[in-house]
């Protein structure tokens, strides 16, 4: 009760529980009654979903995981590497986007939909920007751009560090009662009992979209991404070179985010990489050199679904601190596990000798020799609760200086790129046949 008490779900069972403890208990075990009377009364006060003491779920190896953070904590942290002259541009940039903002009203703009849209799937950020510079942003092409800033004008690693702090930081705030009972799902996601793991889910698909638009675009009026600088010219001479430079952007961004451990995004980029709407621009991909095909099959080798994604989960068994996991592959996890297995299962009694029958010999027994009777099903809340703590495991901080103005252009991107895919489903492929019509 200190620990796991959810006051709005499990108050229905505390008079039971006070009158066992003023009952049965108080004739047993007058202290442990005590103790039950005053726990009783304590999670009446607290918060709803806080605890009196604060526990992970244990799992095989926390103990080493948590001296493995103590030990991270010690460490340096890292600098940001992001320029002045950068951060005041992308200053410019939102400021500049701000000043562009109307009165007018989000919910009347037909494009707030996709504002909309991109809420349900877990955008929360938007508390970092004004809502009107977002609803100018949506609404704005390469105006946005008009200072210059250019995602090729920024360093791979700079982009990674950014989204390891971004995936970080909603990771770390997930709680156990967000994973239960497929609260996570789409059928349960209006009851809003998941906010942080439908952020996570949404900031990558916004992530995803990103990466298609600033490939796709290039060369294109509609380019989020280039600047108006001479060397990432707009013309269609250019363009494909533009293309190549950003496939090769992301697979650099990728492979930073192996070594820092950021496999939620690291699998997001990969993915979208390998999206129809990328892998068929051939004549882009024949320009690549073979450096950067080299890396981003290896990329591909790490997120391989085969086996169930075998060379990912014996990767993540071999995990330093901090670590940002795929978030996918547990919510597949939990809900294989909760939707495969009843919550109780049934075992079978000898009538003759009261012992508990085997399944395979109770099948082989007569109906009249056993009494069935249904029992929890444990091993199925067990192997929740390993799925659970495994996450906790996970949740420990980078040792990392953010940089807000980066921060803030970096999502503005991702979200105008979703509302875009959102308004408009095939304009990524629309484009793709665009750059390279079909042969």
Same mark, same amino acid.
């Given at each position: 009760m200190e620990s796991y008490w959810k006051q709005s779900i499990d108050v229905v069972v505390l008079p039971q529980i006070v009158n066992f403890a003023n009952s049965n208990l108080l004739t047993g075990t007058p202290n442990a009654s005590a103790v039950l009377n005053d726990l009783a009364a304590k999670v009446q006060l607290i918060k709803d979903g806080d605890s009196i003491v604060p526990r992970s779920i244990p799992v095989p190896g926390s103990h080493s995981t948590r001296m493995a953070a103590l030990a991270y904590s010690q460490k340096s942290i890292m600098s940001s590497t992001v320029s002045r002259h950068l951060a005041?541009?992308?200053?410019?940039?939102?400021?500049?986007?701000?000043?562009?903002?109307?009165?007018?009203?989000?919910?009347?703009?037909?494009?707030?939909?996709?504002?909309e849209e991109s809420a349900k799937a877990g955008s929360t950020w938007s508390r970092m920007v004004k809502s009107n510079t977002l609803s100018s942003l949506a609404n704005s092409s390469s105006s946005s751009n008009a200072v210059g800033v250019s995602i090729l004008d920024i360093e791979p690693a700079d982009i990674a560090r950014q989204l390891c702090l971004i995936d970080n930081s909603i990771f770390c705030r997930i709680k156990p009662e967000e994973l239960i009972d497929l609260n996570f799902s789409l059928k349960r996601r209006h009851l809003g009992l998941a906010p942080n793991v439908v952020e996570m889910t949404g900031n990558s698909n916004q992530l995803s979209s990103f990466v298609g638009e600033t490939i796709l675009s290039a060369g294109s009026n509609h380019n #989020?991404?280039?600047?108006?600088? +001479?060397?990432? =010219?707009?013309?269609? *001479?250019?363009?494909?070179?533009?293309?190549?430079?950003?496939?090769?952007?992301?697979?650099?961004?990728a492979d930073k985010l192996k070594e820092y451990h950021n496999y939620n995004s690291l699998m997001t980029i990969v993915f979208a990489l390998q999206s129809v709407n990328i892998m068929r621009l051939k004549r882009t991909w024949e320009m690549v050199p073979d450096k950067y095909i080299t890396i981003f099959q290896e990329l591909k080798a790490v997120v391989a679904m085969e086996k169930n994604y075998a060379t990912y989960r014996a990767l993540l068994r071999t995990y330093d601190i901090p670590?940002?996991?795929?978030?996918?592959?547990?919510?597949?996890?939990?809900?294989?596990?909760m939707e495969g297995n009843s919550t109780h299962r049934p075992i079978y009694v000898s009538?003759?000798?009261?012992?508990?029958?085997? #399944?395979?010999?109770?099948?082989? +027994?007569?109906? =009249?020799?056993?009494? *069935?009777l249904m029992v929890v099903n444990f091993d199925r809340y067990e192997r929740t609760?390993?799925?659970?703590?495994?996450?906790?495991?996970?949740?420990?901080?980078?040792?990392?200086?953010g940089s807000p103005e980066l921060q803030v252009w970096?999502?503005?991107?991702?979200?105008?790129?979703?509302?875009?895919?959102?308004?408009?489903?095939?304009?990524?492929?629309?484009?793709?046949?665009?750059v390279e019509p079909k042969e």
């Open positions: 005041s541009l992308l200053t410019k940039a939102a400021s500049q986007v701000e000043n562009q903002s109307t009165a007018q009203d989000v919910a009347a703009d037909p494009k707030s939909a996709a504002l #989020p991404s280039n600047s108006n600088h +001479s060397n990432h =010219s707009n013309t269609n *001479d250019n363009s494909p070179k533009i293309r190549r430079n950003l496939i090769k952007y992301w697979i650099k961004v670590t940002v996991p795929y978030l996918g592959i547990y919510l597949t996890d939990l809900t294989f596990v009538e003759e000798t009261g012992k508990i029958i085997m #399944p395979a010999s109770a099948e082989e +027994s007569e109906k =009249s020799q056993r009494t *069935d609760a390993k799925i659970i703590g495994e996450i906790q495991t996970f949740q420990v901080g980078y040792r990392m200086v970096l999502k503005a991107g991702m979200l105008r790129a979703f509302q875009n895919a959102t308004n408009d489903q095939n304009s990524l492929w629309r484009r793709s046949c665009i």
